[in-house]
């Protein structure tokens, strides 16, 4: 049975860090790429970021320079390291998979899996 089993959120004050972690089961990891999407109230999902297997990094504008998306293969996890929060960071963060032989990892019809969540809130 596949599983994506985000943590780390919580609340934070602006200008402040969070770390996320994904573990992942069920599935053949490396052969996936990984994603990060946020889905703030009353709006759409967002691609947050993604990484490859061999280890490319791909960032929305949005969080290019504060977030950084890594990944270890050896115990099927990636993690979101959230730095200099703002308020429109506010959202629920989901881990995503994709198939590396899907033509994208940030659109939303190419995710096979998803996380349920967790929830990031930044207040200033």
């Known amino acids: 049975q596949v599983q994506l089993q985000e943590s780390g959120g919580g609340s934070v004050q602006a200008g402040g860090s969070l770390r996320l972690s994904c573990a992942a089961s069920g599935y053949t990891y490396t052969k996936y790429c990984m994603s990060w999407f946020r889905q703030a109230p009353g709006k759409e999902r967002e691609w947050v970021a993604s990484?490859?297997?061999?280890?490319?990094?791909f960032y929305g504008d949005s969080v290019k320079g504060r977030f950084t998306i890594s990944r270890d293969n050896s115990q099927n996890s990636v993690s979101l390291q959230m730095n200099s929060l703002k308020d429109e960071d506010t959202a629920m963060y989901y881990c995503a998979a994709v198939p590396s032989s899907r033509f994208s990892c940030a659109q939303l019809q190419t995710i096979q899996y998803w996380g349920l969540g967790t929830p990031v809130t930044v207040s200033s």
């Open positions: 990484i490859l297997s061999a280890g490319n990094t």
